[in-house]
């Protein structure tokens, strides 16, 4: 067999300078120069902070849908013609709209982004159409083992904290009016602290004039703060939340993480990768190669404005529950028992700084990264810098990281599964809650 040859030497991401400005109005806007594509990218993203999220859920669904000038079949007709797209999302931090279209069109764009904004009406028919899908998604969704046990770990979590209940109830989306969604989209989709990042290979200055046209004169919405800082960790019990008649448990393993800006995120992040944030991890090779425990187990650190926290998901059959747990528990206390290799750590080193590269490649990617990084309070270049960082990361980096983070020990674990068929070997492992 041939050996795979040795990376190349790494080299300097290219990451383009950006312009920025403000208007008048408060809306801050960062224009991305990219190479010739042809395309404009557009994103603006609003404070969400404290919003309830089945009427911030709903707004997203239901804000496209029609407004004084255009109805949802012309918003759909005019964005095709303009080789373009429109999006709203919802998040507990944030409200999005963003878009893309021909450079050509960027101006048809912004007008129509503008159209949204200020004349969004949320016409009865359609309104109650979108209304009825999303609570027949969340019903679906309520029987799902993913959703239940997501939102038990966060309330276990974050139990008094927004964080803690993001995803709403097809119950909760139910209750939820025209006129709290109208009234959500006043306060908030103003330019006031708003941010517009814009990606595209249009020169600056002409971007900044079309936006300073359209936008200029924008107005409306109020200053929310944004969510406060989670809480210190606290170490909890095991829950066990029953599940009639389950075949199978979903285990949530929760550590607690720094953020981006921490010196450590780089070492955390490799120290996540080498755990199980990819397939060639040790979670993957232990639970799904080496058992046969399960089919797709995995980690994630996730970033969010609050805060940051590393889970690990794991689902598997009743009768291997507690093994999988407790190999899970070994794993990440592996990291400090048996530190990783150079050989390792070097491939989740490439895998980090190859999966940057992959995704600053595109243009959408970039316009993503950009916008995620906004929410942070940081700029595009941070990427670069973090690229440096992830190339000084030692073994030791990782190993120290691992012993004072991601540890059983500090771990908040959330089972959903039947009760009957798991109490008696997850006992074994340490005290247990039942919800």
């Not at 931090?93 to 200020?118: Q, V, Y």
């Not at 959408?364 to 990361?393: C, F, K």
């Given at each position: ?92 931090d944030h409200l999005t709209l963003r878009g893309s279209a021909l450079s050509e069109n960027t101006a048809g764009l912004f007008d129509t982004m ?106 409306g919405g109020r200053a929310f703060p944004p969510n406060a800082a989670l809480p210190a960790w606290q170490k ?200």
């Amino acid at each position: 067999m041939t050996a795979i040859p040795a990376l190349g030497p790494e080299t300097a991401l290219p990451l383009s300078v950006p312009v920025e400005t403000t208007l008048d109005n408060g809306l801050r806007v960062t224009v991305y120069p990219h190479s010739a594509t042809g395309l404009v990218d557009a994103g603006l993203r609003f404070n969400g902070a404290g919003a309830p999220m089945a009427a911030a859920d709903l707004l997203a669904s239901t804000a496209l849908t029609g407004t004084a000038d255009l109805d949802q079949e012309a918003i759909a007709a005019r964005l095709q013609g303009m080789g373009g797209s429109l999006g709203v999302g919802s998040s507990a931090d944030h409200l999005t709209l963003r878009g893309s279209a021909l450079s050509e069109n960027t101006a048809g764009l912004f007008d129509t982004m503008a159209d949204i904004l200020t004349g969004a009406r949320y016409p009865e028919h359609e309104f109650d159409t979108e209304q009825k899908r999303l609570v027949d998604s969340l019903s679906v969704a309520e029987k799902e083992a993913s959703y239940v046990v997501g939102r038990e770990l966060n309330a276990r979590l974050w139990p008094d904290h927004p964080y803690g209940h993001q995803d709403p109830t097809s119950a909760e989306v139910e209750a939820v009016t025209q006129a709290d969604v109208a009234a959500l989209h006043r306060d908030r989709l103003g330019p006031d602290g708003a941010e517009f990042i814009l990606v595209a290979d249009t020169d600056p200055d002409v971007l900044l004039s079309q936006v300073k046209a359209i936008f200029g004169e924008w107005d409306g919405g109020r200053a929310f703060p944004p969510n406060a800082a989670l809480p210190a960790w606290q170490k909890k019990p095991l829950l066990l939340r029953h599940r009639d008649n389950s075949v199978q448990s979903a285990i949530r393993v929760a550590a607690p993480a720094v953020g981006r800006t921490h010196p450590d995120n780089a070492a955390q992040q490799l120290a996540n990768l080498v755990y199980g944030g990819y397939f060639s991890s040790r979670l993957v090779a232990n639970l799904r190669e080496e058992k046969g425990y399960g089919y797709s187990p995995r980690s994630s650190v996730h970033h969010r404005p609050a805060g940051s926290v590393q889970v690990s998901y794991v689902d598997v059959a009743n009768d291997v529950t507690a093994p999988a747990l407790e190999e899970t528990y070994r794993e990440l206390d592996g990291l400090t028992a048996n530190p990783p290799t150079r050989d390792e750590l070097d491939q989740a080193r490439n895998y980090a700084l190859g999966s940057l590269r992959l995704a600053l490649a595109s243009q959408g990617g970039l316009a993503g990264y950009a916008t995620t990084l906004a929410a942070d309070g940081l700029p595009l270049s941070w990427i670069g810098e973090h690229a440096e960082n992830l190339q000084r990361v030692t073994v030791d980096d990782v190993v120290r990281v691992a012993g004072e983070r991601l540890s059983s020990a500090q771990s908040v674990t959330v089972v959903l599964g039947d009760r009957d068929a798991t109490a008696a070997g997850l006992a074994d492992l340490g005290e247990i809650e039942e919800a």
